[in-house]
């Protein structure tokens, strides 16, 4: 069984940053994507963006396009988001999760549903 714990959330004020990280126990998660969504409240949760197992590809969502970006360190088992430039709107709760049913090299999904385990989430606050 996998566990994710995501850490770095907050409050920041609008144009700040934030750093997210996603700790991955219980297996080795070298081998699979893995995504950052997140969900406001009201809302239904969101792609925010995805990074394939050997980093070689990655994908982000239309909103945080050049403002955030992701990485991750195998050799740590844990997988960030940095996140710069942060608006109100950026507002939610953020969830990473693991994808284990496709280990393509260049492999990543922004669907919720191609993915088997979730994080707590961290909140994130952005004051305008």
């Known amino acids: 069984q996998v566990q994710l714990v995501e850490s770095g959330g907050g409050l920041v004020q609008g144009g700040g940053s934030l750093r997210l990280s996603c700790a991955a126990s219980g297996r080795t998660v070298s081998s ?26 990655t994908g982000y969502g239309e909103t945080v396009k050049d403002r ?41 999904s922004s669907r919720t549903t191609s993915y088997a385990y979730w994080g707590q989430g961290t909140q994130v606050t952005v004051s305008s």
């Open 32 to 57: 699979f994507a893995m995504g950052w969504f997140r969900q406001a409240p009201g809302k239904e949760r969101e792609f925010v963006a995805a990074i394939s197992w050997s980093g070689d590809s």
């Open 68 to 108: 955030f970006t992701i990485s991750r360190d195998n050799s740590k088992n844990t997988m960030y988001l940095q996140m710069n430039n942060l608006k109100p709107e950026d507002t939610a709760t953020y969830y990473c999760a693991l994808d284990i049913n496709n280990q393509g090299r260049y492999h990543y």
